[in-house]
Nanobody
Framework: QVQLVESGGGLVQPEGSLRLSCAAS????????MGWYRRDPGKRREFLAR???????VYAASVAGRFTITRDSAKNTLYLQMNSLKPEDTAVYYC?????????WGQGTQVTVSS
């Protein structure tokens, strides 16, 4: 069973930055893709970014240009660098890993953007 553990969330002021980490219990090179979603209370889960096995990245329009997804295979860790944060970015952020036919999810980390 693959375990994913997110960290790096917290309280940040508008226009601030945070970097989220997602540590995997398995080699991240074994995954077809890894990525990030978020969920705001009362709203649906929102896709943010994905990095595929070949390194190709995909971003949601709402975060493109502000968020950057990267990975460190040596550390088996996925990252999400978040810049120019807005109050509407407040949510619980989840990382996932896909390895057909399964998906694996972390427990989430809270990000709050407020002055």
């Amino acid at each position: 069973q693959v375990q994913l553990v997110e960290s790096g969330g917290g309280l940040v002021q508008p226009e601030g930055s945070l970097r989220l980490s997602c540590a995997a219990s398995a080699s991240i090179t074994s995954f077809d893709a890894m990525g990030w979603y978020r969920r705001d209370p009362g709203k649906r889960r929102e896709f943010l970014a994905r990095i595929e096995r070949d390194g190709n990245t995909v971003y949601a329009a709402s975060v493109a240009g502000r968020f950057t997804i990267t990975r460190d295979s040596a550390k088996n860790t996925l990252y999400l660098q978040m810049n120019s944060l807005k109050p509407e970015d407040t949510a619980v952020y989840y990382c996932y890993a896909a390895r057909a036919p399964s998906d694996y999810w972390g427990q989430g980390t809270q990000v709050t953007v407020s002055s």
